[in-house]
């Protein structure tokens, strides 16, 4: 089980603050669950779009969408953000 935490306008768009989902082979990378999470249509399609800007972290470290997911990780979802 991976548990999967969306922040800022990627939250209020999608509808969920958190989740939790079954860790499988199939969704090995971040870039596999955004397919996932894809692919549940309407608003996530849309969120999660492959030329969507999103950036991720695991285990509260930046990643990239290579990056590999393991069982028991968080994986937060967040717009780009800009300093001043």
Not at 45 to 60: G, K, P, Q, R, V
Request: with cysteine.
């Amino acid at each position: 089980m991976i548990k999967v935490r969306y922040f800022a306008s990627l939250r209020e768009r999608v509808g969920c603050e958190d989740e939790s989902i079954e860790w499988s082979e199939q969704r090995r990378s971040v870039a596999d669950l955004r397919a996932h999470l894809c692919g549940r249509g309407g608003v996530w399609e849309e969120a999660f779009a492959a030329d969507s800007l999103i950036m991720c972290a695991i285990n509260e470290e930046l990643a990239t969408s290579a990056a590999l997911l393991a069982d028991e990780d968080e994986i937060a979802f967040f717009p780009p953000v800009t300093g001043g």
